[in-house]
């Protein structure tokens, strides 16, 4: 279903993959957009247990995207350097493919945004459960559960 790497001693293991998804801060997701036009959005992220959680407006392109179709991949770059002299580049990089939901239970939304104000705002955890509290109803929280997870890395 998903295809195969062409230059496999480059592709990541798993948890290679996944510590790149642990440590990473922003990825591109990408969506079938309108008129069969890909759409892909940068978003800041939290992994977590073999999901990824993002939040957003209530209303938008990508939460439209999503109702069409809620298949998703999301590719996070996590190395990025030029070598000029050797006509290459140094990367690494990782792709989630799975299908997005837009959570409705208060408590799932709850611990994902909490997660993610723990990921992006460490110590304030406070502060970030009252900014949660006082925006509620003003964002959606979408998960994007990995069916298929690849990663790579240039030698």
């Known amino acids: ?15 290679e993959a ?15 957009g309108p008129e069969g036009y890909p759409y892909g959005v940068p ?27 809620p298949k998703a991949s999301f590719c996070v770059i996590a190395a990025d350097q030029v070598d000029p002299e050797k006509f290459t580049t140094h990367y690494a990089s990782v792709i989630a493919f799975g299908r997005v939901r837009i959570l409705e239970e208060p408590g799932e939304i709850q611990r994902a945004m909490e997660g993610l104000g723990a990921k992006y705002s460490p110590g304030l955890e406070e502060a970030a459960r009252r900014e949660i509290l006082d925006s509620a109803g003003h964002f959606l929280v979408l998960e994007l559960k990995i069916e298929h997870l690849t990663g790579k890395r240039g030698k």
């Not at 279903?1 to 948890?15: T, V």
């Not at 247990?49 to 179709?69: C, D, M, P, S």
């Open 43 to 69: 978003l800041s992220y939290l992994f977590r247990e073999g999901k990824l959680y993002f939040h957003t407006a209530v209303q938008g392109a990508k939460v439209e995207a999503i109702r069409r179709n």
């Open 18 to 32: 996944r510590a790149l998804l642990e440590a990473g801060s922003a990825g591109v997701l990408s969506l079938a």
């Open 1 to 15: 279903m998903f295809p195969e790497m062409r230059r496999k001693a480059q592709q990541l293991r798993e948890d």
